[in-house]
């Protein structure tokens, strides 16, 4: 999970959960790339109701769409406690020397 901040003055709301949807393959339950377990959902964690709105819209939009080959499986949830990964776990795939996502 990235726990994200942002300037509504900046951007939207609305923008960061579009960019979300293209940032990875929201059509993979439980899965990303060679990566699988429950860890690896697609999920969208929203602090408001109006988040929850702009989230459950743009997933509706993009499934009315047929912009994905598959049905998306983003989950879209109330956030929670936002526990700060182990410092062995920062900038991982720099450590290892992979780079970045495949995406």
């Given at each position: 999970?990235?726990?994200?901040?942002?300037?509504?003055?900046?951007?939207?709301?609305?923008?960061?959960?579009?960019?979300?949807?293209?940032?990875?393959?929201?059509?993979?339950?439980?899965?990303?790339?060679?990566?699988?377990?429950?860890?690896?959902?697609?999920?969208?964690?929203?602090?408001?109701?109006?988040?929850?709105?702009?989230?459950e819209a743009v997933k509706a939009e993009l499934n009315a769409a047929g912009h994905y080959k598959k049905p998306i499986v983003t989950v879209i949830e109330p956030a929670q406690t936002f526990w700060r990964a182990e410092d062995y776990h920062q900038k991982y795939n720099e450590k290892h020397g992979r780079g970045s996502c495949h995406v």
């Open positions: 999970v990235v726990h994200l901040a942002f300037d509504p003055a900046m951007i939207t709301y609305r923008a960061l959960v579009e960019h979300f949807f293209k940032l990875h393959d929201p059509t993979q339950f439980n899965r990303q790339g060679p990566d699988y377990g429950s860890q690896y959902r697609s999920a969208i964690f929203h602090y408001t109701p109006e988040q929850q709105q702009v989230a």
